[in-house]
């Protein structure tokens, strides 16, 4: 019996306790969309966002290193100005990776750098887009991720800066032709060069998350700014998608035993 329990000990023992933080945030702000693809006109209006980040120590790294997943879904209802026509933007990311982290100032500051695999698709509709009021998005790529983190304590209580930005360096997108049509490609079978590299230099993008968390009871709430620049310049075409919100979301710790 004293040798089960032993057992019992040591089994419980080397079982690994993870602090996994969890975040949703909620966007709201102002949109600028551009596809010449669609009209050679900038849309302007207001974007809801919804974001979801999951952070948590690597197995390996020995607890230098994290993991991150972060999903979002963001969307634009964007006119112009002149005529009153109107875009409908949406796009959803899913993206994941690792940072390696320093602990500075006796563990207050953290400074972290990585990278991050990104998925993204999505579509943008014209009212008024003629023979092609639709454009389809699909993208692959990998993105330089740096993280800064200050924790403040007030009043007792721990409060956190925060600030990410994340760069896509290298990768692929679906991009058509200027003058093609998806009946061209899709039904006749004419591909003209339509998954197009990006680099920083034909698709300079980036995205900056700034936030400040707050203790409310078993939670933390989250304020801060969120932008999104996307942009490219491929076949003929020009794309760009800007997105300014303020976010508001909670963060929670979770204890996972692994």
Known sequence: MQRLLLLLLIFTACRVQAQVDRTTLFGVGRASVLDTYL??????????????????????????????????????????????????????????GWHYNWHLLDGRLRLAAGG???????????????????????????????????????KGHLWQLRAQLDVPLIGATFAPQYGQSYY????????????CLTHPFDAPSLRLLTTLSLPVR??????GYGGDVRQHSLNGLKRHAWYNQLVVGFSRKLTLVR
């Open 184 to 195: 061209q490609l899709f039904h006749l079978g004419h591909y003209d060069h339509n998954v």
């Open 218 to 223: 078993h939670s933390r709430l989250v304020l």
């Open 116 to 154: 991050l695999m990104e998925l993204a698709g999505g579509g943008t509709y014209s009212e008024v887009g003629g023979n092609n009021p639709a454009q389809g998005r699909l993208a692959a790529g990998v993105c330089g991720s740096g993280i800064a983190a200050y924790d403040v304590r007030i």
């Open 39 to 96: 009209t050679p006109y900038d849309h302007k209006g207001p974007s809801l966002s919804l974001t979801m980040l999951t952070e948590r120590p690597a197995r390996w790294g020995r607890g230098a290193v994290t993991t991150m997943g972060r999903y979002a879904l963001q969307g634009a209802l964007a006119t112009v100005s002149t005529s009153g026509a109107r875009y409908y933007d949406g796009d959803l990311t899913l993206a994941g």
